[in-house]
């Protein structure tokens, strides 16, 4: 935990996904006051029209980013809003997609759900980004 998805139809070279799964992984460290390296980045690629959001004139299509992020529970409404507006940032700068064509979706699930390193999940602590 915590698990972040990039759903795009976009299709960068390997670097860039690598670079922009770093940069995601660092804001989340930063954002939700915890270590970027606990953070999993994975990124679904689909066919060109197979992901849209239909808010254009006469319903078209327009294409969208969306990024999926399961995180534990605990944060302040403030610190989930910032990493949805670094995320966005992050996206279409990596992308090459309109920041308004991107959509983040915060899950968050109590500790006990989440299994990982071979047991359940600590709680969340703002102790985690001091290493305290």
């Known amino acids: 935990m915590p698990f972040v998805t990039v759903h795009t139809s976009r299709?960068?070279?390997?670097?860039?996904?690598?670079a922009l799964g770093a940069r995601l992984?660092?804001?989340?460290?930063e954002h939700m006051?915890?270590?970027?390296?606990?953070?999993?980045?994975?990124?679904?690629?689909?066919?060109?029209?197979d992901m849209a959001r239909y808010d254009a004139a006469g319903d078209a299509a327009q294409e969208m980013t969306v990024v999926t992020c399961d995180v534990r529970v605990g944060r302040?409404?403030?610190a989930v809003e910032a990493l949805g507006h670094a995320f966005t940032a992050l996206c279409a700068e990596h992308l090459a997609i309109d920041p308004l064509r991107v959509a983040i979706y915060v899950n968050e699930h109590?500790?006990?759900?989440i299994y990982r390193d071979g047991g359940r999940a600590p709680e969340w602590s703002a102790d985690e980004s001091t290493g305290a």
Do not use: L, M, W
Request: with cysteine; proline share 11%.
């Open 11 to 18: 299709c960068p070279e390997v670097a860039v996904r690598r």
């Open 25 to 29: 992984a660092k804001a989340y460290g």
């Open 33 to 49: 006051q915890t270590t970027h390296r606990i953070v999993n980045v994975a990124f679904s690629f689909y066919e060109p029209d």
């Open 76 to 78: 302040a409404p403030e």
């Open 110 to 113: 109590p500790a006990y759900q």
